[in-house]
């Protein structure tokens, strides 16, 4: 396994891969991996084969960050997160550092970004502003860098994940996405870096969000006929109050292709929240 730091050295390796049709499997990441990247990892390997590349880019992008939010303490431990992917065959880790990927940015000298302006208005992008800004401009940087056949992100980020896909299609990258299905703790909660956060009983209150998720999906299944919004954001307002650290930012219901939101939920609608559990913003979604 390689670890680059360049995008030079990258470059060289996907033009090199490029010229001999090798295919190349992209993970994108900030690092401090566990289960859930993992698995987008396999699911790299799984559709390129055993003859293509896989590169695990470890990178925690400052332009996705607010300016009070947590990017100082994001947790960060590239020696660990090389171990896990040598041992899951990774063939190259692709960590650069802010001034390879925003040359010029620290001296104000950096100026340009991608932006997709339907489906990042709201939730994540309506309760962090610029966040999908970041997003977009960094997942197009390591697009082109890289040079992936395809890319494989996970469903927890599913707003993230229809941005990016529609980013693919309206830019024309010659490239496939892929989602991968959430990866959860025994008790539900959905694996995530900023669980390390979550000290003493607070790791337990987590578990508000999936249950949550739960109480919501029992009443639109066993109601006969759609159910309002309204009524199901009172429902989940209820759940939270369950967890005494627990605070609601948003809770939205929408239709999955379009994220159109919806004023009446049936099966089929998919839901997302985001809550902040003590001072930890933790994210979920589901489908009803």
């Known amino acids: 396994m390689r670890i680059v730091t360049s995008v030079a050295a990258m470059l060289r390796l996907a033009r090199r891969w490029r010229r001999h049709g090798t295919r190349v499997g992209l993970v994108p990441t900030m690092g401090y991996l566990h289960e859930g990247h993992l698995s987008l990892v396999r699911a790299a390997r799984k559709r390129v084969g055993g003859t293509g590349r896989v590169v695990v880019s470890i990178y925690v992008n400052p332009t996705q960050f607010g300016p009070r939010e947590d990017l100082a303490r994001y947790p960060r431990d590239l020696k660990r997160d090389v171990r896990l992917c040598r041992a899951e065959g990774v063939d190259v880790v692709f960590a650069p550092d802010d001034a390879e990927m925003y040359p010029g940015k620290a001296a104000g000298n950096y100026s340009t970004y991608v932006v997709e302006e339907k489906l990042s208005q709201g939730m994540e992008g309506a309760s962090r502003p610029g966040h999908f ?69 607070l790791r337990q209150q987590a578990t508000v969000l999936q249950r949550s998720i739960q109480a919501v999906r029992r009443a639109v299944t066993t109601a006969k006929q759609p159910a309002p919004a309204v ?58």
């Open 133 to 201: 800004r970041g997003v977009t401009t960094v997942v197009a940087k390591l697009f082109n860098i890289v040079q992936p056949d395809v890319a494989v992100f996970g469903a927890k980020d599913f707003q993230q994940a229809a941005v990016i896909k529609r980013m693919v299609r309206d830019l024309n990258f010659p490239l496939k996405t892929l989602v991968a299905p959430i990866v959860r703790e025994l008790d539900g909660v959905a694996m995530s870096s900023r669980n390390k956060y979550l000290s003493g009983d």
């Open 231 to 288: 009524q199901l954001r009172s429902l989940v307002g209820k759940v939270i109050q369950t967890a005494p650290d627990a605070r609601l930012d948003y809770v939205e219901f929408f239709e999955p292709e379009t994220l159109s939101p919806v004023a009446k939920v049936s099966p089929g609608t998919h839901m997302a929240l985001a809550v902040f559990v003590g001072g930890t913003r933790l994210i979920d979604n589901g489908r009803l």
